[in-house]
């Protein structure tokens, strides 16, 4: 598996605290069958270091990574919070697409409703593909709102957690009818130390319920087009 959301790079955000809890949580990725992982650290709020200053942090933590001889390799992106100055901290060089590529991980607000249509058209004319990040979890998105992103050529990304965990029976519907319709790019596992990783049972559950075809795009084949931009 290619796992293209998570926050195991230590101390820049809300996920892990320290490098000893980046080694368990790698080491159990790598249990669970991943082979490679995108670090996206959060900008938002608090968590505001720009790009530049995390690759200083993601070039560190991968050689530390490197002498503990984990079989797992490691690239650099960002949860960016989308909000109305995105274009002009882009353009300042604040965010970077995964890999250094054109592939953006964008999440919005939970609660706000948004016209995700105007938004897709506008991060697509600066030669970006967005993908967003567990739309699943917010309050006013529809299967109408999934079809309208990849019609416009964006991407949805859809939790590990939200299929297998404890509220997954809160996101059920929605994310049955996206699979059903083919709208499901990416299984993720945006993984915090204080999350459990579950993407190979996500994996299985995807697997028995929608077939190997879908697992293997949306837990490998799309992810590493991603990760090569």
Known sequence: MINVHSHILYGVDDGSENLEQSIDMLNECAKQG??????????????KQSYQKLKEKF????????????NINLYLGQEITYRDSFFDLY??????????????????DFHKS?????VMHEIKLMNLVPIIAHPERYDHFTLADAC???QIGGMIQVNAESIVGKN???YKKL??????????????????YS?????????????KHFGEDAAKVTFYINAKKVIKG
């Open 34 to 47: 991943i082979t490679d992982l995108v670090l996206t650290p959060h900008y938002r709020g608090a968590f």
């Open 59 to 70: 070039d560190e933590f991968s050689l530390l990574v490197k002498e503990q001889n984990l």
């Open 91 to 108: 353009k300042a060089g604040e965010f970077g697409g995964i890999n250094g590529g054109r592939y953006v991980l964008i999440e919005f």
């Open 114 to 118: 948004i016209d995700y249509s105007n």
């Open 148 to 150: 309208e992103i990849r």
């Open 168 to 170: 997954r029976h809160r």
């Open 175 to 192: 994310i049955n009818a996206m699979f059903k319709e083919g709208l499901v790019d990416i299984v993720a596992g945006d993984e915090h």
């Open 195 to 207: 999350r459990p990783i579950l993407m190979e049972k996500a994996y299985k559950h995807v697997l």
